[in-house]
């Protein structure tokens, strides 16, 4: 089976239109959506509409939460105070924009979906604001997949696709003891794990404002890395248009984050 995983929308319709027009040239036969439909882009009751209307199977993104919830600022999402704020204006926009029942279908999205020995989540099976970049610590890495009860672990959030292989992991485990005495070590190992992270449909941040998705393979367990030029002039104009900042649209034309970075890359969501 041929599987098209995408995520981070974020409101961009013509991009979606176009991965999806993507997706039925390479004949896949289903498709999973790792969330963050709504968010900076300026068509989020659209996008959710489309979504709907294919029937598509769809975690909850960090976006799609805080629409929901009430915005969270930690600092996992927004590295700086410029960034908080701009991330801001974005929420109030959207906030004031989605419908109803878009609000509702977004509250009820599930947290994780599983097929198989594959998992599928916005950030990771931790948090939907957690980071899983691709230089992280193998540990963690490993953990994460693990903890998802699964051999392939997709996730987005990062909007900068890639393919991990924990090839060979191991966990060691040290049990202490009322008494202070450890027992002795024992260690778990396990075949192999991947993380594959579908970048970003509507957001990209790899530095071109090309859509990316990805195809995987049940049978080969091969993964395609798919990146789709769009006319993404029209969504920046549509940005300007609408009144969001127009620093979305700058860094929408170029693939970039434009995020005022925090120290290390790897930070983990303290919730």
Request: with cysteine; hydrophobic share 35%.
């Amino acid at each position: 089976m041929k599987l098209a995983v995408l995520s981070c929308i974020h409101g961009n319709l013509e991009a979606l239109e176009t991965v999806l027009g993507d997706i039925d040239g390479q004949h896949c036969d289903r498709i999973v959506c790792l969330g963050d439909l709504v968010g900076y882009g300026p068509y989020p009751n659209e996008v959710v509409d489309r979504v709907r209307s294919l029937n598509i199977p769809t975690v909850q993104g960090c976006w799609d939460e805080d629409i929901v919830e009430g915005l969270n600022a930690c600092e996992c999402s927004y590295p700086s105070q410029l960034a908080e704020r701009r991330g801001l204006q974005a929420h109030q926009w959207t906030n004031e924009v989605v419908r109803p029942d878009v609000r509702d279908y977004l509250g009820q999205l599930p947290l994780t979906w599983k097929e198989g020995n594959l998992s599928f989540v916005h950030g990771s099976p931790n948090s939907q604001h957690e980071y899983l970049m691709p230089q992280l610590d193998g540990f963690i890495a490993l953990e994460r997949v693990l903890s998802a009860e699964a051999d392939v672990l997709f996730c987005g959030h990062t909007h900068i696709p890639y393919v991990r292989s924990l090839e060979d992991g191991s966990i060691e485990l040290r049990v202490s003891g009322p008494d202070a005495i450890s027992q002795p070590e024992q260690q778990l190992t396990t075949s192999l794990k991947r993380i594959i992270n579908a970048g970003s449909v509507g957001e990209p941040r790899h530095g071109r404002p090309n859509a990316t998705y990805v195809i995987y393979d049940t049978e080969t367990e091969n993964a395609d890395l798919r990146e789709v030029p769009y006319d993404y002039r029209k969504t920046c104009a549509a940005i300007v248009e609408k009144g969001l900042p127009k620093i979305f649209a700058w860094r929408l034309s170029r693939g970039w984050e434009f995020a005022e970075r925090a120290d290390d890359p790897t930070h983990l969501c303290q919730r």
